[in-house]
């Protein structure tokens, strides 16, 4: 604990400073900076090699911080009573006095904000007095980071801090629902989609077959692992690494068990640190057994098609 605090002592400095943080959060490991400093801000972007035109998430502390940037209604207070803090993100009207760096929003008139849940960030989050804008800290495009070390393996010597909180909890990133206009979900994630169907009626009945998946973020060669993956697979060719969801009684050496019985929760928890262990050991292939499309396995099947585009 002692050892925690003397760390958030220099992550502020850090911040304070506009330098680049890596910090722990519940879904996964995102890179900080000061979201109302155009030179932090440009920093994230420049090291995590990411088009302009990609907007970051904000993260606050609380709805009052929130409220001093953005404009909220009734169905944001729904879902934030319901699921924050937590992993989900909302786009947001953003108030004409906000502070936030354009360069996050990519000057647009909206932003995509979350309150994490992890508790190490939500001290840092409750000492500073400004949101931090970040992105998952990974290099664009790669499989996002659940434990410090991913976060090492990432940029190297290049970060001055990572605040280690253990492994992400939930291991997949933040759901997204864009509340301005009709609500719609444009990143599938933490929290399931159902749970929030059901406290927003009139998006139930409309959008209930199809979500149409929109954010920049989602397009083709995000998530990759880097080498071929092919879903839904019976079984596994030779030297191919096999994901499983379930435990074999027969022992190989390629299986990957992402969980011992089915079990959604954990398998969404290890995907990531098994798609990097997979690839450290120098696979050239991925075969990954169907996953139920319930609950998270919804994100866990957007991740790993995405992953499975060349
Ligand atoms: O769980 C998470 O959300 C993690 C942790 C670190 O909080 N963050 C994360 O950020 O996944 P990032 O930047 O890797 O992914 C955010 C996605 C991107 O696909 C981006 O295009 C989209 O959100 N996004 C950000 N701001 C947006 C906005 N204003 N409108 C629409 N999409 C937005
Ligand atoms: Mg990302």
Do not use: W
Request: aromatic letters at 8%.
């Amino acid at each position: 604990m002692k050892k925690n605090d003397s760390n958030i002592k220099k992550a502020i400095k850090y911040l304070n400073n506009n330098e680049c943080i890596a910090i722990p959060t519940e879904t996964v490991y995102g890179l900080a900076g000061n979201a109302y400093s155009d030179k932090a801000v440009s920093r994230i972007y420049k090291l995590k090699k990411r088009p302009s035109n990609n907007p970051l998430i904000a993260h606050y502390y609380n709805l009052k911080d929130l409220k001093k940037d953005c404009e909220i209604d009734i169905t944001f207070k729904r879902l934030y009573k319901k699921f924050c803090p937590g992993p989900i993100s909302f786009v947001l009207k953003l108030k004409k006095t906000s502070r936030i760096s354009k360069i996050i929003t990519n000057n647009s008139n909206s932003i995509a904000v979350r309150f994490p849940s992890h508790s190490l960030t939500r001290k840092l989050l409750k000492k500073i007095n400004y949101p931090l804008a970040a992105p998952s800290a990974n290099i664009s495009s790669s499989i996002s980071p659940v434990s410090k070390q991913d976060v090492i393996d990432e940029f190297g010597p290049k970060l001055k801090l990572i605040l280690d909180g253990g492994s992400s909890k939930i291991g997949l990133e933040s759901t997204i629902i864009n509340l301005i206009g009709k609500p719609h979900i444009l990143r599938l994630g933490g929290v399931n989609s159902k749970s929030i169907y059901k406290l927003i009626s009139p998006f139930e009945s409309k959008n209930k077959k199809k979500i149409k998946i929109k954010v920049p973020g989602t397009s083709k060669l995000h998530y990759s692992p880097g080498i071929p993956v092919r879903l839904n697979a019976k079984k596994n060719y030779q030297n191919e690494a096999y994901i499983l969801i379930k435990k074999r009684k027969k022992l190989d050496k390629n299986y990957f068990y992402i969980s011992k019985k089915n079990n959604l929760k954990e398998a969404a928890k290890n995907l990531y640190g098994t798609l990097r262990i997979i690839k450290k050991y120098g696979y050239k292939k991925i075969a990954i057994e169907k996953i139920p499309n319930i609950n998270i396995g919804e994100a866990i099947n957007d991740r790993i098609l995405r992953a499975s585009k060349k």
